[in-house]
Antibody, heavy 118, light 107 residues
Framework: EVQLVESGGGLVQPGGSLRLSCSAS????????MHWVRQAPGKGLEYVSA????????YYADSVKGRFTISRDNSKNTLYLQMSSLRAEDTAVYYC???????????WGQGTLVTVSS | EIVLTQSPATLSLSPGERATLSCRAS??????LAWYQQKPGQAPRLLIY???NRATGIPARFSGSGSGTDFTLTISSLEPEDFAVYYC?????????FGQGTKLEIK
């Protein structure tokens, strides 16, 4: 069974930093691209970032480019999202998501809440 | 950035009725489009990928069609568990975007 478990969310002040982690199991982690998607309270889905299976390629939404860094450790089956210069508008539930072989988002974690507030 | 516009924003129907949801792209995405369902308090679930392929375990009442800029998700006969928010998503050249969602509510 595929499982994705996010951690690292919490309350942070504007301008602060936070690192999210996602522990993956139930599939060959090193074979699939992984993604982060977020959802502000009561709002729709917003794409954040993606990383290829070997970590060689990354993608960022314009809203987070230059502030967020996605990475992965295939030896630990773990995906990361380093977030810096956080803003109030970054407040959201952050989902770790696995892509299928066609590039679509087939398994989602339960999400971790990041709140940016003073 | 490719913008996806979903319509209607809210669709009110009764169980047993047919639902038709629309997603329009600001430029062609070929067939690189997916549909997701999200229920309150839950993560989204992949329903359709590559415009018309049902994901694993998705009932046959869900179908997708379209290519280029105009796409449709059809639910042939609504079950009570189908009332949720539906999002389309495109994945053209590793640039991913979501539509704003259509809320399917019970009439």
């Amino acid at each position: 069974e595929v499982q994705l478990v996010e951690s690292g969310g919490g309350l942070v002040q504007p301008g602060g930093s936070l690192r999210l982690s996602c522990s993956a199991s139930g599939f060959t982690f090193s074979s699939y691209a992984m993604h982060w998607v977020r959802q502000a309270p009561g709002k729709g889905l917003e794409y954040v970032s993606a990383i290829s299976s070997n970590g060689g390629s990354t993608y960022y939404a314009d809203s987070v480019k230059g502030r967020f860094t996605i990475s992965r450790d295939n030896s630990k089956n773990t995906l990361y999202l380093q977030m810096s210069s956080l803003r109030a508008e970054d407040t959201a539930v952050y989902y770790c998501v696995k892509a299928n072989s066609y590039g679509y988002l087939d398994y989602w974690g339960q999400g971790t809440l990041v709140t940016v507030s003073s | 950035e490719i913008v996806l516009t979903q319509s209607p924003a809210t669709l009110s129907l009764s169980p047993g009725e047919r639902a038709t949801l629309s997603c329009r792209a600001s430029q062609s995405v070929s067939s690189y489009l997916a549909w997701y369902q999200q229920k309150p308090g839950q993560a989204p679930r992949l329903l359709i990928y590559d415009a018309s392929n049902r994901a694993t375990g998705i009932p046959a009442r869900f179908s997708g069609s379209g290519s280029g800029t105009d796409f449709t998700l059809t639910i042939s006969s609504l079950e009570p568990e189908d009332f949720a928010v539906y999002y389309c998503q495109q994945r053209s050249n590793w640039h991913y975007t979501f539509g704003q969602g259509t809320k399917l509510e019970i009439k």
